[in-house]
């Protein structure tokens, strides 16, 4: 009975670890995201690519997902726009290769922009289990300390009467 009433007392303290927990693991997902993405820029930016000067933002570094995103239709513009569909392509023809580079440097492109998303995504999610956290703490571990049974937040229980059939009832009047 005493180990269930220490349990008891104490019960309060899981939710402050869990928080703590949440909170560490949040910033940690948040630092992480925010690592990957400066990585995917810093090899977007090391390749050297500037948009078209037809694309949707002409004459830029391609450093991130709107400019990866134009270059990328760019080049879907002049590959398929001026020969049809890869599969259209006749064996011999000598714009096959071109058309492969072209597929190559589209699908480099969107990779560099799934990159963002994801890393964008892993920022979301640690903010978001550090809110858990903060919640566990500032809102879970006070309901469960306020809410123990009063013998264990150092007050007296009341006294428990045995039960007697009837004695609840009033008395029976004249």
Not at 126 to 145: C, E, H, K, T
Request: glycine share 10%.
């Amino acid at each position: 009975m005493a180990l269930l009433g220490t349990i008891r007392r104490f019960m309060w303290v899981a939710p402050v670890l869990l928080g703590i927990v949440f909170i560490a693991a949040g910033g940690y997902m948040i630092s992480e995201g925010r690592s990957a993405k400066d990585e995917v820029r810093n090899a977007l930016v090391a390749e050297q690519v500037t948009t078209a000067s037809d694309a949707a933002i002409p004459g830029v570094a391609v450093d991130g997902v709107d400019t990866a995103r134009a270059q990328e239709a760019a080049i879907t513009a002049h590959t398929r726009g001026e020969w049809g569909p890869y599969s259209g392509l006749d064996r011999a023809d000598p714009n096959r290769q071109t058309y492969v580079n072209g597929v190559s440097l589209r699908t480099a492109l969107n990779l560099a922009v799934m990159g963002f998303k994801v890393s964008d995504l892993v920022v979301g999610l640690g903010v978001f289990m550090m809110v858990i956290g903060l919640s566990n703490i500032l809102m879970l571990a006070p309901v469960m300390f306020w809410l123990r049974q009063p013998e264990t937040a150092g007050e007296k229980a009341p006294a428990r009467q045995p039960f007697t059939p009837g004695a609840h009832l009033p008395a029976p009047t004249g």
